[in-house]
């Protein structure tokens, strides 16, 4: 049984960082899509930050190119979102996910493995 758990979301001020971490288990990830996405209260779940080893890729979202890393651990089959200069407009539970498909991109749809979800709240 394939499990996704995220951990490493907090309460950080405007300005300040955090890495989220998505740790896989129950099969291996390491040629296939994984991804961030997050949703903010009121509002549908976005796309954040997707990554492909082989044949590889990495994709973000406008809204944090530039601020937001996204980055895996093959040995650890852990996947990672590192944020730096975050926004209260970063606001969101993150979920981390998975896809069986290569080149799901920024399609939800595509993905068929969810985590849980780890909350991030920015103040200003």
């Known amino acids: 049984q394939v499990q996704l758990v995220e951990s490493g979301g907090g309460l950080v001020q405007a300005g300040g960082s955090l890495r989220l971490s998505c740790a896989a288990s129950g099969r291996t990830f390491s040629t296939l899509p994984m991804a961030w996405f997050r949703q903010a209260p009121g509002k549908e779940r976005e796309f954040v930050a997707a990554n492909q080893w082989s044949p590889n890729y990495t994709y973000y979202a406008d809204s944090v190119k530039g601020r937001f890393t996204i980055s895996r651990d093959a040995a650890k089959n852990t996947l990672y979102l590192q944020m730096n200069s975050l926004k209260p407009e970063d606001t969101a539970v993150y979920y981390c996910?998975?896809?069986?498909?290569?080149?799901?991109?920024?399609?939800?749809?595509?993905?068929?493995?969810w985590g849980q979800g780890t909350q991030v709240t920015v103040s200003s």
């Open positions: 996910a998975a896809s069986s498909t290569p080149w799901a991109l920024s399609t939800q749809a595509q993905y068929n493995y």
